[in-house]
């Protein structure tokens, strides 16, 4: 099929006999790893290594020997104190608390059994290149804010980084208009009974800690690993797909953090496992992850799926996501299984090694289509940034009204495990609207605009670094009552270096701990209003353009947008969606994916505003002619087609 | 009933599919009132997908039964059930659940006992129409209680051997599941017929005789084997449990299926399914089957 490396997952469960005694092939030969990475070299694979702790892998135990499971000092606690349990198959396991030393001690014996075997064979000598630390770690897909994890040394940990964040005690108690006089009254937020606007820093920095808690647990099992002899080779993790069936609008930033975590590990990406009709998700995924990461890469990307997936796909679910992400700018995956086993099904090949032929023959093609269309040299044009809040984002996830675990077969209480409109307090805290549910709109809006427009973005959020911003033309950000100093600066120096800030629907006048913050509002009080329905103020080199109503969103983009230079890809149906790609090499050859993610065939015609030459469709390897202006071509339902096409400019269109 | 180290294998991702559409119901794809209070205060009143468009919005919640009631008639056509949860009573619940899990529990007890802790909660998480415990989550659609299934299960189906069940669709097996079970009722295995390796064209009569010759060549007893058509088994699943027996005799006497079932009493232990009236005798030690 073409794949260059081989990912497999080394399950802690399966090697333990006991308490630091491990069998690598002494008793059964089928655990022998060291042959396995030896094999693999032998036959030219690279190796993509998985050791854990928690890999899951469908595994009765979730990958952890039980013993482990059973010990009670190592269990993570809810919000009220109870254990707390993922209800999976074939057995419910209780989420682990890793802010335990004690945790951390045991899986340091297994690191030490483990890695000394994996050092052996790390690039350059041998063919293990990448290791991925832990897995889907996200509180055992405890995803609301008060499933988890109050236990002792979280709520410790809890403790340590709000002081650390405000400097002390006196900070502190600044923050939250607080009187404690040590750090042992300071109690994490149980429920969310916010009154007041400036109850808010309270209930975001548990948002954030949480954030921290998975960012710091992961960050100490690489550096485990890094000691363990594997500082050569690249590390990694996968968060779980954010946004699977139920999933939030936006709030795919908490308890995520790419940037925080990739200041300790090499790079992070999120899991797809979706069906076509979920377009707009992976879409969204996909885009974040490429705004974001210094290597949009997709650890776990579609190939079959595990037994109790409820309503699994078919070939035509996994084609249509492989073309999506691949759209938006994917530049690596490993496909996760394409070999069958023991609780997973509909894989490319069988677990008796036959195959699957049309599974193999589609993702056969997608290789072949990556290599000969040279997707490594090509880039996703995107001139505008998409940032969603995260600070708001925080806000959503700890307002939510009810809390409840994670469960892969579906809660009892029928909510998505992401805070939405369905659970989230609608309490305006002294605001007039409710930035907790206001900013969702807003977020849904401005994407809606840009994709409606053509206009290649890419998604990533507040807390991206702003140096990282300077590749783009347009920042857009919803704004509303308060905003964190450092961002609003942040988007006045990207305006005053030349830059397009959109930001709506308000220009805040808090900072994020509720102190008067004015720069950005500042900045627009002396604009004036426009035809576009916004406010517009000149800043340095560049604009700062307010919107306030949400009506106005998509001439405000479009005007904003319509700046020279930028690229704009325009079609003749608003229900499809395009992306383009540019070739750092040639700079006249480009790719243009046109999706329809609609159940009926849309006749499209598609321009980008330049002559077009030669015009080939690299997955059916078909060319087609053209006008010279247009790309016509029937786009049947749900279907991607990925147009190779030269152009006569030697610019991007 | 699920063992902790049950083989999911060799299953067909249609067969597979199309056995969760026919056995589950999800409530989260169901169209809901949602109304979240906090000691009567209504926090939250809104509909899964027609947002705040609904009618009959209340800001305090006395009575909840009655609220669900009045809500439901009130948007009648638009929601499949109206819940009102109390923000106490919904943490408490989950708090409740989740300490009573133990590592040595099956899997089908502790979401049984899941199910069940609603009762705990009659006033504090409401739902209408129905019962919370049979409305909210991921339910099976089987006509039947955990107890009677497990029950059915003890009487019909040997130690340490193999089930089948089928349906049929314009002369195609739909949808299959192959269950084995040890000494002990624990499923050991759960897997599809593999359409690469048995046939899966024919009538129930056919498929049934054929799958179970298939299961049977790889050295598994099976105990029973029993194949529907479509319109037959969703029939038989909605029959209420009292009444399956009845349900399933008609629908074999009237041709729209098969079933096989090995033992001495067999026979008789089918016809101890209240309503059951098998057409077809067996003499003690004769497999029992009954076909169109």
Not at chain 1, 371 to 386: E, I, P, S, Y
Not at chain 2, 262 to 267: F, I, P
């Amino acid at each position: 099929m073409g794949f260059t490396m081989i990912s497999i997952y080394i399950p802690w469960e399966i090697h333990e006999i006991e308490k630091g005694r491990f069998d690598f092939g002494q008793i059964n030969q089928s655990n022998d790893i060291d042959a396995f990475l030896s094999l693999c070299r032998k036959l030219g694979f690279k190796i993509v290594v998985r050791p854990g702790p928690q890999i899951n892998s469908e595994l009765t135990w979730f990958g952890y020997p039980k013993r482990i499971l059973a010990n009670e000092r190592l269990w993570a606690r809810s919000a009220r104190g109870s254990k707390v349990i993922l209800t999976q198959v074939p057995k419910p396991v209780p989420a682990l608390n890793y802010a335990s030393e004690e945790f951390l001690d045991e899986t340091a014996l297994w690191y030490d059994a483990i890695c000394s075997i994996l050092a052996k064979h790390a690039y350059p000598n041998g063919g293990v290149v990448a290791a991925q630390v832990d897995n889907e770690m996200a509180y055992f897909f405890g995803i609301n804010a008060y499933a988890s994890d109050y236990s002792d040394e979280s709520v410790a940990a809890y403790r340590t980084f709000v002081f650390s964040k405000y400097g002390g005690l006196t900070g502190v108690n600044a923050a939250y208009s607080t009187t404690i006089s040590n750090s042992d009254e300071l109690q994490p937020p149980r429920r969310f009974d916010a009154a007041s606007y400036r109850d808010i820093p309270w209930y975001a920095d548990w948002a954030e800690y949480r954030e921290r808690y998975l960012v710091t647990s992961m960050g100490r099992l690489g550096d485990m690993m890094r000691e363990r002899g594997l500082s050569g080779i690249a590390l990694f993790h996968n968060y779980p797909h954010p946004l699977g069936p139920g999933g939030a609008a936006s709030g795919f930033t908490t308890p995520f953090n790419i940037m925080g975590l990739e200041k300790h590990l090499d790079f992070v990406g999120f899991d797809i496992y979706a069906r076509k009709e979920l377009y707009a998700h992976v879409k969204t995924v996909a885009t974040y992850v490429v705004g974001t990461s210094r290597y949009p890469y997709i650890p776990e990307f579609i190939a079959g799926v595990w037994p109790w997936y409820l309503n699994p796909g078919d070939l035509d679910d996994e084609e249509f996501v492989t073309k999506a992400a691949l759209m938006h700018g994917i530049k690596g995956f490993s496909r996760y299984m394409l070999v069958e086993r023991d609780r997973w099904l509909d894989s490319p090949i069988r677990r008796d090694g036959r195959e699957r032929a049309e599974k193999v023959e589609m993702f056969a093609r997608a290789n072949a289509m990556l290599v000969a269309g040279k997707f490594v040299n090509k880039r996703l044009v995107a001139d505008v940034l998409l940032l969603a809040n995260r600070e708001y984002d925080r806000l959503e996830a700890a307002s939510v009204l009810v809390s409840f675990p994670g469960d892969f077969l579906e809660t009892p209480s029928g909510f998505s495990e992401y805070a939405g409109a369905l659970t989230v307090s609608e309490d305006t805290l002294g605001f007039d609207q409710p930035v907790q549910l206001v900013k969702s709109a807003w977020f849904t809006a401005f994407e809606q605009a840009l994709s409606g427009g053509g206009y290649g973005f890419v998604l990533s959020d507040t807390e991206l670094d702003e140096t990282l911003w300077q590749h783009r033309k347009v920042v857009v950000v919803t704004t509303l009552d308060y905003l964190d100093n450092r961002v609003q600066k942040a988007l006045l120096d990207f305006a005053a270096r030349g830059g397009t800030v959109v930001i709506g629907p308000k220009a805040p006048v808090l900072d994020s701990l509720m102190h008067p913050c004015t720069l950005l509002h500042d900045v627009l009080v002396k604009s004036d209003g426009n035809a576009s329905g916004s406010r517009v103020a000149e800043h340095g080199a560049g604009h700062v353009v307010l919107v306030s109503e949400l009506d106005d969103v998509p001439q405000a983009v479009s005007a904003a947008c319509s700046l020279p230079g930028l690229s704009r890809v325009v079609v003749n149906d608003t229900a499809l969606d395009v992306a383009l790609h540019r070739d750092v090499d040639d700079a006249t050859s480009f790719v243009i994916f046109v999706a329809n993610p609609t159940a009926q065939p849309i006749a499209a015609e598609v321009t980008i505003g330049h002559r077009i030459g030669a015009v080939h469709e690299l997955w059916d390897q078909r060319d087609l002619s053209t006008d010279g202006k247009t790309i016509a071509d029937i786009v049947p339902a749900f279907s991607i087609h990925v147009y190779r096409c030269v152009t006569d400019a030697e610019r991007t269109p | 009933m699920l063992h902790q180290d049950v083989l999911m294998s060799d299953i067909d991702v249609d067969q597979w599919r199309n056995a969760q559409a026919l056995l589950l119901r999800s409530a989260k794809t169901c169209r809901r009132l949602v109304v979240i209070h906090e000691r009567g205060r209504v926090l939250k009143f809104r509909h899964t997908t027609l947002g705040d468009r609904v009618s009959g919005r209340v800001a305090t919640v006395d009575d909840p039964h009655r609220t669900a009631r009045v809500l439901y008639d009130a948007n009648s056509g638009e929601v499949d059930f109206v819940v009102v949860m109390e923000r106490d009573a919904l943490d408490s619940y989950f708090a409740q659940v989740q300490d009573s899990w133990d590592i040595d529990e099956d899997l089908d007890e502790f979401v049984r006992k899941s199910y069940a802790a609603l009762d705990s909660f009659t006033d504090g998480i409401v739902t209408y129409p129905g019962r919370a415990r049979e409305t909210l989550g991921l339910q099976w659609r089987l006509g039947a209680s955990f107890s009677e299934v497990e029950s059915a299960v003890r009487e019909f189906v040997r130690p340490a051997s193999t089930v089948i069940l089928g349906v049929e669709s314009d002369v195609q097996l739909w949808m299959s599941l192959i269950l084995d079970f040890d000494e002990d009722y624990k499923i050991t295995s759960v897997t599809t017929a593999d359409p690469s390796r048995v046939d899966v064209r024919g009538t129930a009569q056919a498929l049934e005789e054929r799958l179970k010759d298939w299961v049977e060549a790889s050295g598994k007893v099976v105990s029973l084997a029993l194949v529907l058509q479509y319109t037959a088994a969703v029939d038989f699943l909605a029959a209420p449990s009292d009444k399956k027996g009845a349900v399933l005799s008609t629908l074999l006497r009237n041709g729209k299926g098969s079933l096989y079932l090995a033992g001495v009493q067999s026979h008789l232990q089918l016809g101890s399914l209240p309503g059951f009236t098998p057409h077809q005798s067996a003499a003690p030690g004769d497999t029992h089957r009954v076909v169109t």
